[in-house]
């Protein structure tokens, strides 16, 4: 068994097994859809780099494609165990147990799914803030730029 910082088994399980209820309840999928999107537009981006558009059954395609070699390459056991010493480092072994008791309880459970319907959620949010404030963004950036860095 992984140790905390300081030595501590207990703490260190306690931290896996809340991060578990976390990803188990919906979370994971919620990081995956984010994570994707974003791979996504990567992908589309050099697919359409030279000037031609994907059509609607190769995006479908590529959606699928990268879909299932991002759960192959990180299965939600990954996610699990790089966010244990966050959970180790953030929270005392008190408060762990006390959120393992919570996120067991109906109610808990009931705030883990609002959580992962709120990440989902919440990135159209701002996915749509940055698209009507796209061009701003872009002349503020510019501006910022050519005043904070040096001329090449």
Known sequence: MALDAEGDPTKTSLARQAVTQVYSSGMYDAAMDLAAN??????????ESGGQ??????????????RDVMAEVTPQSVWVDAMIP???????????????????TP????????????TREGAKVGEAIMTERQALFGRRLSEEIG???PNQ
């Open 38 to 47: 974003t791979a996504l537009l990567m992908m589309k981006g050099m697919f």
């Open 53 to 66: 558009r994907m059509t609607q059954a190769q995006d479908s395609i590529l959606n699928v494609i990268v």
């Open 86 to 104: 966050l959970y180790v480092k953030t929270y005392s072994t008190d408060d762990l147990k006390r959120l393992v008791e919570l996120q067991a």
């Open 107 to 118: 109610f808990g459970q009931r705030l883990l799914a609002a959580q992962a319907t709120l």
């Open 147 to 149: 005043k904070r860095m």
